[in-house]
Structures are given as structure tokens and as C-alpha cells.
């Protein structure tokens, strides 16, 4: 069974630029969550897309942008990069409404602002 | 707004030792806290804890969490150079939602490093 599946692994973009990154959930999984995780913090919440809606934003500014498709697939896209964007982008599935609320996670994806 | 606290936030020991990791967290409407290990990207699932009092193993890893006292302690006994890893620390709240789960809201993580 393939896991949570994330594109590209590695990313070098210029301050001001545009970036868009890729997710694929574990099939079955309806429920997508992206956090970022800078060097040495724990991940941090971005958004959670469930049924192809927006179901919760953490805090970040509006240059940060989320859909999620009719395959349950995702798209982070991050408008006008800061130095300060440079981190892991992870991305986590989850089976909804269960109780067994665990996240799987993909390998992430590495972005260096420049 | 919720907040996770781990303790220490990294730690060397030795093969064979055990190690004590913590976590104290609050949160409005505690739904579950989970434990991962991260070794180089992707955080891989070691527990996830919803009610008091209960432990729970996995090899040389348990955990247990104390919902009075909001916290959760993870251990490792007869540690190996392979443990070497962040260990975080995550609690859920109860989404808002039906149908979809809520944010997790990780510690900072700790920094373990197991010695030959």
C-alpha cells in the first residue's frame, strides 16, 4: 500500500516567487492536513481539507492557500515567499470521524527560500 | 489557544539506558495525544493516548497519560543507537466538524541521542 505520497522532495525558490506542493493521501483516507515544520520546532498547523472543504486554518497570513481535489488529493500553494517560508512542508492523512484519528504522514517537502 | 510543552528538549544517554520523555499540554477539548518519532522527515506513529491510567507498550516503548494532570510521559527502556530520534509530542481537540478531524498541535520535540 502506497503512504502518503508528496511532491517534489526538494525545492530551491527565490524571495517573491510562487510555489505550489503536491499530496496524495493513503487511499481510502478524505481528510488532509498540511503543517510546517522550520528547523528545530515541532510541525505547526496549516490547514485541514476534508470532502474537497476547508475544515480548519491555522495562523497563517492569506499568501498561504490550500485546495483539495475530487481524489482527495491537495495542493499547498504559497504566494510571495519570505525567506522565512524556508521549511518542511508535511503533509498528513487521516480516516475522518473515526476513532482511530491517527496521521500518517508523507516524506515532506523540503523548500529553501533564497 | 492550545499549547504542548515537552521536557527536556534534548537529552544524549547511553546504550541500554532508559530514558523518561515528557509532555504537558493544554487544550479546550481534549479529544487525544499522540506520540511520533522523527528520524530524518516524515513523523511515524508510536501512540496514540485518549484516556487516563492506561498504558500502553510497544517493544521498549510505553506511554501513559494523566488527563488531571494534563500530561504524558513516554519511555524507552534498554535504549539503542537506533532510538536516536525527536520524539513529538501532539494533542487533538474535538474538531467543530462532523466528519473531519481537528488540528494537531505539536511540542517543540525532543532531541534524543543514544551513545554505543
Known amino acids: 500500500d502506497a503512504g502518503v505520497t508528496q511532491s517534489p522532495t526538494h525545492l530551491i525558490k527565490t524571495r517573491g516567487q510562487h510555489v505550489t506542493l503536491r499530496c496524495s493521501p493513503i487511499?481510502?483516507?478524505?481528510?488532509v492536513s498540511w503543517y510546517q515544520q522550520v528547523l528545530g520546532q515541532g510541525p505547526q498547523f496549516i490547514f485541514q481539507?476534508?470532502?474537497?472543504?476547508?475544515?480548519g486554518r491555522g495562523n497563517f497570513p492569506d499568501r498561504f492557500s490550500a485546495r483539495q481535489f475530487p481524489n482527495y488529493s491537495s495542493e499547498l500553494n504559497v504566494n510571495a515567499l519570505l525567506l522565512g517560508d524556508s521549511a518542511l512542508y508535511l503533509c498528513a492523512s487521516s480516516l475522518p470521524g473515526t476513532l482511530n484519528t491517527e496521521a500518517f504522514f508523507g516524506q515532506g517537502t523540503r523548500l529553501t527560500v533564497v | 489557544e492550545d499549547k504542548v510543552v515537552q521536557s527536556p528538549l534534548s537529552l544524549v544517554v547511553h546504550e541500554g539506558d532508559t530514558v523518561t520523555l515528557n509532555c504537558s499540554y493544554e487544550v479546550t477539548n481534549f479529544r487525544s495525544l499522540l506520540w511520533y518519532k522523527q528520524e530524518k522527515k516524515a513523523p511515524t506513529f508510536l501512540f496514540m493516548l485518549t484516556s487516563s491510567g492506561i498504558e500502553k507498550k510497544s517493544g521498549r516503548l510505553s506511554s501513559i497519560l494523566d488527563k488531571k494532570e494534563l500530561f504524558s510521559i513516554l519511555n524507552i527502556t534498554a535504549t539503542q543507537t537506533g532510538d536516536s530520534a525527536v520524539y513529538l509530542c501532539a494533542v487533538e481537540a474535538r474538531p467543530y466538524y462532523t466528519g473531519a478531524n481537528s488540528k494537531l498541535t505539536f511540542g517543540k520535540g525532543i532531541t534524543l541521542s543514544v551513545r554505543p
Open positions: 487511499s481510502g483516507h478524505k481528510s
Open positions: 481539507y476534508y470532502e474537497k472543504e476547508e475544515r
